[in-house]
């Protein structure tokens, strides 16, 4: 066969694509050749193929309700591993095995309801009438796997170019650059609801699908690497600034993507340990996620992958970051020794690698809150002395991405709750718990409302331990109009917890603090 004629370009200027090499045309101002940044715009797809609720085997499958055969047909269409398909629907991959195998059926009406989502498949399939009006969208979103709906009120002055216009940008870098080099970080001046539009619109545009399936051949170079790191970045801001709760889904779709990255692409031995520590964080945040919606299940299952990842991608620091979410699961559910053996391990991990911020984050965060659980005040107070001492050392240019949250008023914040938790047990100080709290509330960002929220609850427990009911009072319904405003579950479910916890013995003696039991339905 005889070879093609390369085709005649503009001169080259010695730039060289990013992800295969290939000089670069002086007219192309990108870091990528064309072809290689159209793969790139097509890398984010999960596409079921278009015929796919056409095919007998599919609809016989869903008709005759043998979900074991849809996960197999499903799986192998879209090249997912057992584990990553129940990381989509919220199931264990021992789970998914037995369904598939047929030794356990799937009855729960919320797993099928989450997969019909998931998949998008036609709801007549699963025997349910389609309305007339909706008949002809239903048929043309067949075979695409939706994303899960976020809320996002964006304002009507809100920027079109900000929100990402489809037809200008790719997905990719609309999402994971623009938003980024526009300035939208922690410490961002500007109108408050445009910015939280746009970060939920970019996190909603990065998980949508383009219109071809990606080539299975194509090359993960540092371009992409650097790529996936902004969009990390972009998630962990809209925690940091919105809450993750209503997003865990989203990011969990997110890390089947990548989780196929590491898989299947061809990339050095270097890379591969990247895309490894990118999905370990990935990981990492979606536990925290389902944790704070008490997914406790869906906690544990990803932060189980994330130590897995970050063992493949030679991180200690970031396994140690993984088991401290961990023990603070077992610590919410009262298994403290489990909890206390978790933290030590994770210190052990991160002694001699993690820098002095994680540091600070395994002793005053995690050890000293379990250590107060536990009523050890003597050992609690230590832990926080050693947070102390080691954020005293802190660089934070040395710190990794997940550890730049961690400031002063954190520690402070940690301390207090420390201290109130010791006070409730009877052998600590609620007043200085309160002061405590209190600054570190003082000393957030204005662009830290989410983290001030969720202090809220604390700040009101100390006070009435502290003896200070009308004030506490004052504070719950504080939470609670802040709750509302940013429509939190995570802090509506801090306010009950607390309040379930610090003042429903103090309720029925003090009337406003009876009424916000009442308001939060605790009473």
């Given at each position: 066969m005889a070879k093609r004629r390369p085709v005649a370009v503009?001169?080259?200027?010695?730039?060289?694509?990013?992800?295969?090499?290939?000089?670069?045309?002086?007219?192309?101002?990108?870091?990528?050749?064309?072809?290689?940044?159209?793969?790139a715009d097509d890398d984010c797809g999960l596409r079921l193929p278009a015929d796919f609720y056409q095919r007998t085997t599919v609809t016989h499958s869903l008709t005759a309700y043998d979900f074991g055969a849809f996960f197999r047909i499903t799986r192998t269409a879209l090249d997912l591993t057992q584990e990553e398909l129940g990381l989509l629907i919220g199931l264990a991959q021992s789970q998914v095995c037995k369904i598939e195998k047929g030794t356990l059926p799937l009855r729960d009406?919320?797993?099928?309801?989450?997969?019909?989502?998931?998949?998008?498949?036609?709801?007549?399939?699963?025997?349910?009438?389609?309305?007339?009006?909706?008949?002809?969208?239903?048929?043309?979103?067949?075979g695409m796997v939706s994303a899960t709906t976020v809320r996002c009120n964006v304002p009507a002055n809100a920027p079109?170019?900000?929100?990402?216009?489809?037809?200008?940008?790719?997905?990719?870098?609309?999402?994971?650059?623009?938003?980024?080099?526009?300035?939208?970080?922690?410490?961002?001046?500007?109108?408050?609801h445009v910015e939280k539009a746009v970060l939920l619109a970019s996190?909603?545009?990065?998980?949508?699908?383009?219109?071809?399936?990606?080539?299975?051949n194509v090359r993960v170079g540092p371009v992409d690497v650097e790529r996936l790191r902004q969009h990390v970045a972009l998630f962990e801001l809209v925690v940091w600034r919105i809450g993750g709760a209503e997003l865990r889904h989203l990011v969990t779709r997110y890390i089947?993507?990548?989780?196929?990255?590491?898989?299947?692409?061809?990339?050095?031995?270097?890379?591969?340990?990247?895309?490894?520590?990118?999905l370990a964080e990935l990981h990492r945040m979606a536990g925290w996620m389902h944790l704070h919606a008490e997914d406790h299940a869906a906690a544990r299952q990803h932060w189980d992958a994330g130590v897995r990842a970050a063992d493949r991608g030679r991180d200690g620091s970031l396994v140690a970051r993984i088991l401290d979410g961990r023990s603070q699961q077992l610590c919410q559910l009262g298994r403290y020794d489990h909890a206390f053996t978790m933290i030590r391990r994770a210190r052990g991990i991160a002694d001699g690698v993690a820098t002095p911020t994680v540091m600070a984050m395994l002793g005053g965060r995690a050890e000293a809150w379990i250590c107060a659980e536990r009523g050890w005040h003597e050992e609690a107070l230590a832990a926080i002395g050693s947070a102390q001492e080691a954020?005293?050392?802190?660089?934070?240019?040395?710190?990794?991405?997940?550890?730049?949250?961690?400031?002063?008023?954190?520690?402070?914040?940690?301390?207090?709750?420390c201290l109130m938790i010791l006070a409730h047990r009877g052998n600590g100080n609620a007043h200085r718990a309160?002061?405590?709290?209190?600054?570190?509330?003082?000393?957030?960002?204005?662009?830290?409302?989410?983290?001030?929220?969720?202090?809220?609850?604390?700040?009101?427990?100390?006070?009435v331990l502290a003896g200070e009911l009308d004030e506490a009072a004052r504070v719950f319904r504080c939470g609670m109009t802040a709750a509302a405003t940013a429509d939190s579950s995570e802090a509506r479910t801090r306010l009950r917890r607390d309040f379930r916890r610090f003042a429903a013995s103090c309720a029925s003696q003090h009337r406003e603090l009876g009424e916000v039991g009442q308001e939060l339905d605790v009473l």
């Amino acid at each position: 066969m005889a070879k093609r004629r390369p085709v005649a370009v503009s001169r080259a200027d010695g730039r060289r694509c990013g992800r295969c090499g290939a000089e670069l045309r002086c007219t192309n101002p990108n870091e990528l050749c064309d072809p290689c940044r159209r793969r790139a715009d097509d890398d984010c797809g999960l596409r079921l193929p278009a015929d796919f609720y056409q095919r007998t085997t599919v609809t016989h499958s869903l008709t005759a309700y043998d979900f074991g055969a849809f996960f197999r047909i499903t799986r192998t269409a879209l090249d997912l591993t057992q584990e990553e398909l129940g990381l989509l629907i919220g199931l264990a991959q021992s789970q998914v095995c037995k369904i598939e195998k047929g030794t356990l059926p799937l009855r729960d009406v919320e797993t099928v309801a989450r997969m019909a989502r998931t998949f998008s498949i036609p709801t007549d399939l699963l025997g349910f009438p389609v309305p007339r009006a909706d008949a002809a969208s239903t048929n043309q979103n067949r075979g695409m796997v939706s994303a899960t709906t976020v809320r996002c009120n964006v304002p009507a002055n809100a920027p079109v170019a900000a929100l990402g216009d489809k037809t200008a940008v790719s997905s990719c870098h609309r999402v994971g650059g623009h938003v980024l080099r526009e300035g939208l970080h922690p410490s961002a001046e500007g109108d408050e609801h445009v910015e939280k539009a746009v970060l939920l619109a970019s996190v909603r545009l990065l998980t949508e699908l383009d219109d071809d399936e990606p080539p299975a051949n194509v090359r993960v170079g540092p371009v992409d690497v650097e790529r996936l790191r902004q969009h990390v970045a972009l998630f962990e801001l809209v925690v940091w600034r919105i809450g993750g709760a209503e997003l865990r889904h989203l990011v969990t779709r997110y890390i089947v993507v990548v989780s196929r990255l590491v898989r299947g692409r061809a990339c050095e031995p270097a890379v591969r340990v990247q895309l490894n520590r990118i999905l370990a964080e990935l990981h990492r945040m979606a536990g925290w996620m389902h944790l704070h919606a008490e997914d406790h299940a869906a906690a544990r299952q990803h932060w189980d992958a994330g130590v897995r990842a970050a063992d493949r991608g030679r991180d200690g620091s970031l396994v140690a970051r993984i088991l401290d979410g961990r023990s603070q699961q077992l610590c919410q559910l009262g298994r403290y020794d489990h909890a206390f053996t978790m933290i030590r391990r994770a210190r052990g991990i991160a002694d001699g690698v993690a820098t002095p911020t994680v540091m600070a984050m395994l002793g005053g965060r995690a050890e000293a809150w379990i250590c107060a659980e536990r009523g050890w005040h003597e050992e609690a107070l230590a832990a926080i002395g050693s947070a102390q001492e080691a954020y005293g050392n802190a660089r934070p240019a040395e710190n990794p991405p997940w550890a730049q949250w961690f400031d002063e008023a954190q520690l402070l914040s940690a301390e207090g709750h420390c201290l109130m938790i010791l006070a409730h047990r009877g052998n600590g100080n609620a007043h200085r718990a309160v002061d405590l709290i209190t600054r570190s509330v003082a000393m957030m960002p204005p662009r830290a409302e989410h983290s001030r929220m969720l202090n809220l609850p604390g700040l009101a427990s100390a006070l009435v331990l502290a003896g200070e009911l009308d004030e506490a009072a004052r504070v719950f319904r504080c939470g609670m109009t802040a709750a509302a405003t940013a429509d939190s579950s995570e802090a509506r479910t801090r306010l009950r917890r607390d309040f379930r916890r610090f003042a429903a013995s103090c309720a029925s003696q003090h009337r406003e603090l009876g009424e916000v039991g009442q308001e939060l339905d605790v009473l």
